[in-house]
């Protein structure tokens, strides 16, 4: 059974980081190519970044050069840092594979910026 745990999000101010985690099981997870993506309230889910098995990244305009996702294979973990949040970063955020999510998603992990 495919799964994602979610983890590290929280409460932030404007300006401010975090690093969210995502743990996989369930599938070989070192050929996919990895993706974040948000939610936010009201709103569809969005792709933001993605990277592939060799560690090659992509990002959505709005997050270039403030979020940097990267994996630990050995580990079937998937991270994000992000840098200098801004209040509409504020979402839940999940990870799953980048061309496949029919295996479905996790709980998300949410992320409030706001002072």
């Known amino acids: 059974q495919v799964q994602f745990v979610e983890s590290g999000g929280g409460l932030v101010q404007p300006g401010g980081s975090l690093r969210l985690s995502c743990a996989a099981s369930?599938?070989?997870?070192?050929?996919?190519?990895m993706a974040w993506y948000r939610q936010a309230p009201g709103k569809q889910r969005e792709l933001v970044a993605t990277?592939?098995?060799?560690?090659?990244?992509n990002y959505v305009e709005s997050v270039e050069r403030r979020f940097f996702i990267s994996r630990d294979n050995t580990k079937a973990t998937l991270y994000l840092q992000m840098i200098n949040l801004k209040p509409e970063d504020t979402a839940t955020y999940y990870c799953?594979?980048?061309?496949?999510?029919?295996?479905?998603w996790g709980q998300g992990t949410q992320v409030t910026v706001s002072s």
């Open positions: 799953n594979r980048a061309l496949d999510t029919s295996n479905g």
């Open positions: 990277i592939t098995s060799s560690g090659r990244t």
């Open positions: 369930g599938i070989a997870f070192n050929i996919y190519i």
